[in-house]
């Protein structure tokens, strides 16, 4: 455990059993975001290239009619 992380938990371990709470709630929302971040990134660079795809004509397409049917179809 590096110095500054020691330095840390001491300063962390002073505060009150509230204020230390919200410190470790704080901490593992900063986990959960980066991901989140790394996510968002994936879905937009696949929207671009699903995007490119169409334009480019390269994928087939179904009418919202023809979508809907199947989709009544299928839960009956």
Do not use: C, H
Request: proline letters at 1%.
């Amino acid at each position: 455990m590096s110095d500054t992380l020691k330095e840390l938990e001491q300063q962390a371990r002073s505060l009150s059993a509230e204020e230390r709470a919200k410190l470790a709630e704080m901490l593992l929302d900063s986990l959960r975001e980066a991901p989140l971040v790394e996510i968002e990134a994936a879905w937009d660079r696949e929207i671009a290239e699903r995007a490119a795809a169409y334009d480019r004509g390269e994928l087939e397409t179904f009418s919202a009619e023809n979508v809907f049917a199947e989709a009544r179809r299928l839960i009956r």
